[in-house]
């Protein structure tokens, strides 16, 4: 496993993290650009014009990046880093994953609510277990995420409700195919660069607690 939980089981085009030196598929890094007024700006989507600066979805290698000067050093330029850049980039990765639920769930892909996550688990229809990182345990602990799949619990009920139109969503699912790798990898990088972690990304048959 990578940092911020990123699993390495896909493969893919590799880059260089400048905080950390090390070589790993990109999924697992967040790709930054200088924009037009030489401000560092993350590049979520990867469509960006300019060259790439990437750094693995870690808080501490993020912040590493910020605090020493990397992106400059990285861009051969001088560059401005905003102060809140993590805050933003936090905030734009729980937009991201929150959308992807959403569309998976309109996609058929998705469901919500302890019943309906639980009667996907006892068909083996749920390719992944969602709840929320603020949900009671004991709750929580009554369904396992199902075996060879994964379970993500980096969003607050109000976050994951945001994606089934509902005001907080403990349970959900998500079926295999459409967007469900991406919503894998993208609660990953939210993992990584949460400052309490959030939760947890992995993978069979682990109780959720």
Known sequence: MGRGGQQK???????????????QPKQGMIRFVVGP???????????L?????????????????????????SAKQAVTVPDDMLETLEKALVRRLVDLISLARKGGRAVAGYE?????????????????????????SK???????RFVGVLTASELGL???????????????GLTQRVVEEAAKLTGVREN???KVHRKGTKTT
């Open 9 to 23: 089981d896909r493969e893919g085009p590799e880059r260089r993290c400048i905080a950390t030196g090390e070589v």
């Open 37 to 47: 007024d030489n401000q560092i700006v993350a590049d979520l989507l990867e469509k």
């Open 49 to 73: 014009p300019g060259r790439g600066i990437w750094v693995t979805a870690d808080r501490k290698a993020l912040k590493k990046a910020c605090d020493k000067g990397l992106f400059a050093r």
């Open 116 to 140: 309906k996550v639980k009667d996907w688990l006892s068909k083996e229809h749920a390719k992944v277990l969602i709840q929320a990182s603020d949900g009671s345990g004991r709750g929580k």
């Open 143 to 149: 369904l396992r995420t199902p075996e060879g799949g």
């Open 163 to 177: 994606a089934f139109g509902r005001e907080n969503v403990i349970h959900g699912a998500l079926a295999t195919g």
């Open 197 to 199: 972690g959030g939760g």
